[in-house]
């Protein structure tokens, strides 16, 4: 026998299938472009936001992540089960698609029929189990929302009428497929290449011929319907992340990851600056609301929400979204609250893990920029604090700029003031300058050095505050300000090369200051040395260490730069022991986004609960690469009460202390 079947078997073939099938579906398609078209006239609301540029990249990223659902099968099975089921649906779709090109198309038009003989077979089998796949992992998904749900997972109208109409297509397909079957193939060889179809032929066999026909036909079109209402619904629901996610991986930000858009503080048109309202965002701030999946992965990431503070990145961006549809008007930062928009440690991790794509940091950091530039407002009088401080002296520490250079002076470090022949400059931030603990990091960061035959310049009291925590704090001013002071200083010696110890002045050098004209290389110390170790300039000996390590955020998420601290670690004898949140899922120690100026008043302290994640390992030492989560786990092991057990040290003193003479 053929292998093959006749397509619109008893439905027919004639004008009056095929003139009501594509009316409808033309219908459908009508309703879906003008519901979404209503959608972009909201969108333009924001602010014009270039996004794309480098279309053949942004291209590639988007197909690569939806074909291979790289984003969502990142959280274990239930994004595994949902990239099961979209590989499965996308399979039944091609198979219709196929469909309805041979039995409308080639074999009208020209006589010719491909779904025959073994592609036929592989045809059949194929959409069988991907009609049996998509079942079963709607099931798994059906079962985890509304009989075991995750706390923090929101269930809505929409969700059941997902659930159902995907459900009611997918059972409706296999009753039309076993109907047919039950008549035209049971019995044949043909029939073992269906085998759910088969299964449901068995099971219908007995209603009779006339009864199988009434039900194929009347399921057929119901079916169709079941269809069309599936397309009409994708933009009026959550369906319509399957368009709009898709489209944000066309629109993502190509980087440099994390970097803010610069204020033109200069503009004498501006009546605001930062964001109030929506007009004061951009369309993609908008856009993201409508990608949102609600599946709250950023929420189970952020530090804030997990310790007790108000925010949460999911909720903040409907919050947006659902003022952009119904009250485009409202003040937003009264709408979303300011604790809310102060607790944000700017850490990433909601964007790091968002299956959709959006951009939580920014939104946060336009928020806070209308509170500080046009309402004086800060979190709390000791960040107001910090802000005088550093305009009047250009640190947060509050410390006369003349000292700045004082830790260095028994050291023989070059001050370019002084001696401008150097190798590299060492930008050696505010707390590798003022504060005690972060001194002795810094001593031992130059020793380093000199034991690798560099000749490490510093900037001394010339130099400022880099001013990020100034800018992620919202104070765009001052940021400015320090930044261009700074730049001119660089530019001046002509520094060729620059090094950092702190991951937020490495991240501002090497990204925010670009568009202020500094074009000199940067790079972080646990980067340059273990070049330094590798070209065996710095020779250090390995001595037993028994430690774990946090990625801070900047220098990890923000940067990936998650092996050269680990290969460090290794070269000292350092036996790792990994925190159950590390590398991209590394927990924040609430020092970022200008935190590190304000008190944290607003439930549990992020600081203690990860000096407890380390604990948990049972190791000696707490390592880490970052100044802000030095000082962050110094008063964490104090206020978890393990001093005796747990000690925060930096990467760069273990590795002073094994210098190999």
Known sequence: MEFTREIYWNVGHGVWTLLPMYLLTLGAFFVLIKLFLQRIAVYKQGLPLERTDRTADRIQGMITKILFQQKVIRVRWPGLLHGMFFWGFGL???????????????????????????FYKLFSIVLDLAGLVCIVMLAGLLVRRYFFPPEGLETKKDD??????????????????????????????????????????????GLGEPTLLLLHKGTWWFHLLLVMAFFILIPSTKFRHIITTSANYFFEDLGPKGKLVNLDLEDEDAETFGATNLKELTWKDIF???????????????????????????????QIGDAAFNDPDVNLIELIGKDVLWACTTCRACQEICPASIEHISKIVDLRRSMVLMEGEFPGDEVMTAMEATEVNGNP?????????????????HVLAEDKEIDVLYFVGCYGSFDKRNIAVAKSFVKLCQAAGVRLGILGKEEKCCGEPMRKMGNEYLYQTLAMENIELINFYDIKKIVTTCPHCYNTLEKDYRDLGLE??????????????????????????????????????????????????????????????????AFCCSAGGGRIMAEENIGERINIKRVNMAMETGAEILLSNCPFCLTMFEDGVKGAEVEEQLTPRDIAEILAERIQA
């Open 92 to 118: 039944l779709f091609i198979g219709t698609c196929l469909i309805v090109v041979q039995a409308d198309f080639t074999d009208l038009l020209f006589d010719v029929k491909f779904l025959t003989g073994t």
């Open 160 to 205: 059941a009428v997902m659930h159902g109409l995907l459900l009611a297509i997918l059972l409706t397909g296999f009753v039309i497929e076993g109907a047919r079957m039950a008549v035209t193939e049971m019995g044949t060889p043909l029939a073992s290449w269906s085998p759910v179809g088969l299964g449901v032929a068995s099971l219908l066999s």
């Open 288 to 318: 993201d609301s409508d990608a949102c999946t609600l599946c709250k992965r950023c929420q189970d990431r952020c530090p804030a929400y997990n310790t007790g503070k108000p925010l949460s990145p999911m909720k903040l961006v409907n």
């Open 397 to 413: 520490l509050g410390i006369g700029y003349a000292e700045r250079g004082e830790w260095a002076e028994e050291l023989g470090v």
């Open 520 to 585: 000199v290389e940067v790079v972080t110390y646990t980067v340059f040395l273990e070049e330094l170790i590798q070209s065996g300039r710095l020779k250090i000996h390995s001595e037993n260490l028994s430690c774990t390590y946090h990625d801070s955020c900047y220098l990890g998420r923000h940067n990936d730069i998650y092996d050269a601290p680990r290969s460090l670690i290794r070269a000292a004898g350092g036996s790792l022991v990994e925190m159950k949140k590390n590398r991209a899922e």
